[in-house]
């Protein structure tokens, strides 16, 4: 492959800089890299490309027709709703995904991780779906997934054995769900996903949306799953509301596990309930990013798989508003989130993967202020989007 070079950008610190890629990967980034043949780019600022850590591609409804979300009392409810809004909708799950995974594209997102819905009543056909879809998509975005057990595990007879299927089949990590809140047998849910882990070196990812001390129970237990079936740095918690609920010593306690351990946290930064304090965690050595989660779906008909504008939402809802408070967002959608689901070979660095993304913009203040919709996205050095 020949190489190509991106010339005339502005870095993270308003510095000018050029990129050089080569065979895929940055062969050399500084103010001092030049090619007759380069690329002017405009002074634009340039940005490792955005990762999703946290969507629900099988269950997206972009492109249909709008359905309007439900208000509901439990977090069942909205199960048994998604599971009839779904069951009635003949799109097969890759075709909504992959309009949505080309939206996300062309916002400068080049590595998704999505949880694939595994239950008795559709088997393992969201798994084959997703599969298709990573297949087409193999040459413009990393696809991982992960087995999601939404309906429930344990309380869900044949839910284990799906899981299991799902895991041999390719997918590469085990997710739970609440496993006090929805299957009422946490230490049976926990024994299960981290047996079925360690068993296949599979990695963990569980929402918990359980609140107050028993959300936080279960952070520690999860914690204690971790170290004892020797999976630091390969499992994550996705929301933990619990975080933002307890009281500061304890979190502190709990955050210097988290880092000892590895294990990360995802939060889609709602406005409607409590989420981890992302600084204090990030002060403690926790990695924290930022996901969308459902992105119009029959939970809700927002969403738009924007990362950028996600990395805002971070900073709105913590009312950050000074340059590092601006990178510290920007890095919950970034390298935080790279990390968060273990992406090797990430980030503006010599050897690293060509991926990222141009923007009219100065700063990082800047492009979260204004999140400028014409993007140029570079994925293994060569433009794909924009």
Known sequence: MTGTTYANLRDLDGRPT????????????????????????????????????????????????WVPGRRAARLRDYIDNERRVLGANTTPPEVRAGRLLGRMLAQGTTAVRSHIDVAPDIGLAHVE??????????DRIDLQFVAFPQQGLLCRPGTADLMREAIAMGVETVGGLDPAGIDGDPEGQLRFIFDLAAETGAGVDIHLHDKGELGAWQVRRIADHTAAAGLSGRVMISHAYCLGMIAEAELDRIGKRLADLGISLMSSVPADIAVPPIERLHELG???????????DA??????????????????????NTDEDFRRALSCATDQAARAIGLAGYGLQPGNRADFVLLDAVTPGDALARRPAARTVVRRGAVVAG
Request: proline letters at 5%.
């Open 129 to 138: 779906a997703m599969f298709r879809l990573r297949e087409a998509w193999a």
């Open 286 to 296: 926790v990695t924290v990013c930022v996901g969308s989660d459902g992105i119009r």
């Open 299 to 320: 939970w809700s008909p927002l969403g738009n798989g924007d990362m950028l504008e996600r990395a805002f939402l971070a900073a709105f809802r913590f009312d950050w």
């Open 18 to 65: 050029a990129i050089r890629c080569r065979n895929g990967l940055i062969e050399a980034i500084g103010p001092d890299v030049a090619a007759p043949d380069a690329i002017d780019s405009g002074g634009r600022l340039v940005l490792p490309a955005f990762v999703e850590p946290h969507v629900h591609l099988d269950k997206t409804l972009w492109g249909e027709d």
